[in-house]
């Protein structure tokens, strides 16, 4: 339905006011659609700024608590974690992923005490912990799949033991999701929910992220085998299909603004919920541009929030999450 004509229909009379626009307002951005990505560093007393990404810390086990208390009090529903594992505790099979007491599950262990209501989303996959910064384990020159899925799977049993809610594999390699549910259900972890990186491309756009995890300067090539062509849409149609069949119970696009057609495409197609991340480098450009007096940082902000809610994500993670909950309650 197009409307009535020029003069008769006149757009700008619902743009007038406030309350109108307010009113006929189509989607909305809140609290509750937000998850907010933090990354945990090993030692104590230790709070260390991300270089390019202003605002994001990274901080040791001792300061976990305070450091979410903020998000936990605006009710932001979920926090995703991510360990920065120290270059020594790092090897080619990324052993430390499958140790008890590593970061990751101690952070798990930690803040599921502190904050039971608050969602806890899991990492899975090998980069944080393997010396060659690559998702899996290396056999002949080439990401192995099925070595790799032998790791994830006893990596995510282990993470939803120590308290993770959510598992969220990262690593595209193919099968990963069945494997973990499977895995997840032999161990009795049948409310464990896995939120799959179902198209996940291999991006320019996560440097800061690697650097936050000490990652950039040891990967060995790119992920181009493993992660998807930016080229390609209808390829993520099949993996988002794949994953859902395989036991996802939510899908994510990653990265987001410059893939929010994805986005719309997965959430019209597939009806399950969806989710979006806004990555690293979509945060660092931004901030550099707000650091330049070119962005209004809050307007910015909300506005590239609200484009993944309209473009079909039921949720964002994104590092302006705290941020953006602070706007949004007041
Ligand atoms: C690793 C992982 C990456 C991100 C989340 N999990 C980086 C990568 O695949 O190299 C990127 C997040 C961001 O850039 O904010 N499996």
């Given at each position: 339905m197009r409307g009535a004509d020029f003069p008769a229909g006149r757009p700008r009379r619902l743009r007038r006011e406030g309350w109108t626009r307010r009113l006929v307002a189509e989607h909305r951005l809140g609290v509750d659609d937000l998850i907010w990505p933090i990354f945990i560093v090993e030692g104590?007393?230790?709070?260390?700024?991300?270089?390019?990404?202003?605002?994001?810390?990274?901080?040791?086990?001792?300061?976990?608590?305070?450091?979410?208390?903020?998000?936990?009090?605006?009710?932001?529903?979920?926090?995703?974690?991510?360990?920065?594992?120290?270059?020594?505790?790092?090897?080619?099979?990324?052993?430390?992923?499958?140790?008890?007491?590593?970061?990751?599950?101690?952070?798990?262990?930690?803040?599921?005490?502190?904050?039971?209501?608050?969602?806890?989303?899991?990492?899975?996959?090998?980069?944080?912990?393997?010396?060659?910064?690559?998702?899996?384990?290396?056999?002949?020159?080439?990401?192995?799949?099925?070595?790799?899925?032998?790791?994830?799977?006893?990596?995510?049993?282990?993470?939803?033991?120590?308290?993770?809610?959510?598992?969220?594999?990262?690593?595209?390699?193919?099968?990963?999701?069945?494997?973990?549910?499977?895995?997840?259900?032999?161990?009795?972890?049948?409310?464990?929910?896995?939120?799959?990186?179902?198209?996940?491309?291999?991006?320019?756009?996560?440097?800061?992220?690697?650097?936050?995890?000490?990652?950039?300067?040891?990967?060995?090539g790119d992920k181009k085998t493993y992660q998807m062509d930016a080229a390609n849409t209808d390829e993520a149609m099949r993996e988002v299909e794949t994953d859902l069949r395989e036991g996802a119970d939510m899908v994510m696009v990653k990265p987001g603004m410059p893939y929010l057609d994805i986005v719309r495409r997965v959430a019209e197609r597939f009806e399950a919920p969806t989710f979006a991340y806004q990555v690293s480098g979509e945060y660092a450009m931004m901030c550099a541009a707000v650091e330049r007096g070119w962005l209004d940082r809050e307007r910015a902000m909300l506005e590239s929030l609200l484009g993944f809610k309209r473009a079909g994500a039921d949720g964002v993670l994104t590092y302006f999450a705290v941020e953006a909950a602070r706007v949004l309650r007041s």
């Open positions: 104590s007393g230790r709070t260390v700024p991300v270089a390019a990404m202003p605002g994001v810390d990274r901080v040791s086990l001792d300061r976990l608590e305070g450091h979410v208390a903020e998000a936990a009090k605006l009710g932001i529903p979920a926090v995703a974690l991510f360990p920065a594992t120290p270059a020594e505790r790092k090897d080619a099979e990324g052993t430390e992923a499958l140790r008890p007491d590593n970061l990751m599950c101690s952070a798990a262990r930690l803040l599921k005490r502190a904050y039971p209501g608050l969602g806890l989303v899991g990492d899975v996959a090998l980069d944080p912990y393997t010396d060659h910064g690559h998702d899996g384990v290396i056999r002949d020159g080439y990401v192995a799949n099925d070595d790799t899925l032998a790791v994830l799977t006893r990596q995510a049993v282990q993470q939803a033991q120590a308290g993770i809610d959510v598992i969220a594999p990262s690593d595209m390699m193919d099968g990963r999701v069945g494997a973990i549910r499977a895995a997840l259900d032999e161990a009795g972890l049948i409310h464990t929910s896995i939120m799959s990186y179902a198209a996940k491309y291999a991006s320019a756009f996560y440097g800061p992220f690697r650097d936050a995890l000490g990652s950039a300067k040891s990967l060995h």
